[in-house]
């Protein structure tokens, strides 16, 4: 009989954590572009709760559904998410914004078929790596036909286009690849195939090439190329250390592109200031990656032990792409900052992704002092308490 325990409270305070942050800064930054598309302030504020209120139940419920019941699922997963990929295309079936085939569905309720991918493909590639066992090293065997999956799946997201998120699937492929015991070598001849494939994909699409003289030179077009990251910059600077404050964002006035959404960081940090993004964002999610590490270390199996690091690997991968373009660290480039950035179809599969790693979490194999995160908080209330309920020797005399 498997054995359960408590799931670990640090994913579950810091994923919480995350989507309030989420909801108050959506609630900030759309009221602008929701009140000129829609006629209410508040219109993408709703939607968003929403779709936190339903992520949030199907995360509550995968919390105690046994994760082991993915494995026969695995293949039809995968097959869903390829096909989405493809369906996206249809003309009728998937619509296009901004540029982007990326959705299905019609007005409020749409899906973007890549947040399913992302959840198929490590589901998947957790059954078939932990199958292949010592065969994982084999170049025929396991590393060929993973580089043609993974040149099929990053080439429909490239066509759609969306290079960012290409990259965020590639990267929890390899990762995942290299957990499972994949070869070094291999791993660096897909490295290197990937740059080429890349620069090709920069090169083909004009608005790419731009981007990339851009991240070079930020001053190169201003108004033209550069303009979105030069106002995602603006909104950091106007903030400084502390912020304007909660709800007085200049650059969400039509200023800032994508104000509610991926370039949520910006509004974050002219809003509340560098203290902010710490508090709010950096430390919950090098938390959520700590203890998501530690579920990953300490699961009872492989399949386990690759679908923990591939989530883990998801919100980290992805927060870092997200981050590193609106600081100009990163070639800009459009991918939602994990539980943060309104859209529903994001937030739901990661809330998705969380519930299964909380699941991990309560069949892991820990000692005595990981099974409880909290055990050094309480050590040290029970001391402070020892200490002053402790009779001074004059009142102990006096007891006498």
Do not use: C
């Not at 296009?96 to 019609?106: D, F, H, L, V």
């Amino acid at each position: 009989m498997r054995k359960y325990h408590a799931p670990d409270p640090w994913l579950i305070l810091t994923t919480l954590f995350l989507v309030v942050v989420g909801l108050f800064m959506v609630s900030s930054a759309s009221v602008v572009e929701s009140f000129q598309v829609t006629g209410s302030n508040s219109h993408y504020f709703v939607r968003q709760m929403i779709f936190a209120a339903f992520g949030t139940g199907l995360w509550f419920f995968l919390q105690r559904f046994d994760y082991h019941r993915f494995r026969p699922l695995a293949t039809i997963a995968l097959f869903i998410g390829v096909g989405l990929l493809v369906v996206v295309f249809i003309p009728g079936v998937g619509f296009e914004a901004g540029g982007s085939r990326r959705w299905i569905g019609a007005g409020d309720l749409t899906l973007q078929v890549t947040e399913v991918t992302k959840l198929a493909l490590i589901i998947y590639l957790a059954f078939w790596f932990e199958n292949k066992g010592n065969r994982i090293r084999s170049f025929y065997n396991t590393f060929l036909p993973f580089a043609l999956l993974l040149a099929l799946i990053a080439g429909l997201v490239i066509a759609e286009p969306d290079m960012g998120t290409a990259m965020v699937i590639a990267g929890i492929a390899i990762a995942m690849y290299f957990y499972a015991g994949g070869e070094v070598k291999h791993l660096l001849m897909l490295l290197g195939t990937g740059i080429l494939a890349a620069w090709a994909a920069i090169q083909a699409a004009p608005y790419r090439a731009a981007r990339w003289l851009t991240f070079l030179n930020p001053a190169r077009d201003p108004l033209g190329a550069g303009y979105h990251i030069n106002q995602a910059l603006i909104a950091l600077g106007s903030g400084g250390l502390f912020g304007l404050g909660f709800g007085h964002s200049r650059q969400k006035f039509n200023f800032l592109p994508e104000a509610s959404s991926d370039s949520i960081l910006a509004i974050i940090g002219e809003e509340l200031g560098l203290v902010g993004i710490l508090f709010l964002v950096i430390i919950p999610l090098s938390i959520f990656i700590w203890r998501g590490l530690k579920v990953a270390q300490n699961a009872p199996d492989v399949f386990g032990k690759l679908m923990a690091m591939g989530i883990v690997f998801w919100v980290g991968w992805q927060a870092t792409i997200n981050i590193g373009a609106i600081t100009g660290l990163l070639p800009l480039t459009g991918v939602p900052l994990p539980f943060i950035s309104q859209g529903g179809t994001s937030l739901v599969f990661v809330m998705i992704g969380s519930g299964i790693l909380l699941n991990i979490s309560r069949q892991t194999i820990y000692d005595k002092h990981d099974e409880d995160p909290f055990i050094w908080g309480r050590n040290i209330w029970s001391r402070l308490t020892n200490f002053t309920s402790r009779i001074s020797p004059k009142e102990e005399k006096s007891a006498k």
